[in-house]
């Protein structure tokens, strides 16, 4: 069982930043093994990518296009926790952001997908 708890959302302004952490936890689960992902969500719509960060010393990164040179994802080993940095914040950001991970269970590459509950992101003035 995998653990991922959100936390840092709220209310900000356009153009501010916000960081978002997603701490993990579970027994022998780390995030330096596991890819970490932060996807959006708004009323009506499914679930989308932001950024994703990936397991290894590396950890590549990739983000969507909407968020390119806007928002950083990252992680500390130590703390188990991944982070998204967003900066430039626009009205259109505001959404429920979730960070997700899959854990292979077999050999044969069967995995199941861990969800956070959610942290509510809204950019407003």
């Known amino acids: 069982q995998v653990l991922l708890e959100e936390s840092g959302g709220g209310l900000v302004q356009p153009w501010g930043p916000v960081r978002l952490s997603c701490a993990a936890s579970g027994r022998r689960f780390s995030i330096s093994r596991n890819p970490i992902g932060w996807y959006s969500q708004t009323p009506g719509k499914d679930r989308e990518l932001v950024a994703r960060i990936g397991s290894g010393g590396g950890g590549s990164t990739n983000y969507a296009d909407f968020v390119k040179g806007r928002f950083t994802i990252s992680r500390d080993n130590a703390k188990n926790t991944v982070y998204l940095q967003m900066t430039n914040l626009r009205p259109e950001d505001t959404a429920v952001y979730y960070c997700?991970?899959?854990?292979?269970?077999?050999?044969?590459?069967?995995?199941?997908?861990?969800w956070g509950q959610g942290t509510q992101v809204t950019v407003s003035s």
């Open positions: 997700n991970t899959r854990v292979v269970v077999n050999v044969e590459g069967a995995y199941v997908v861990y």
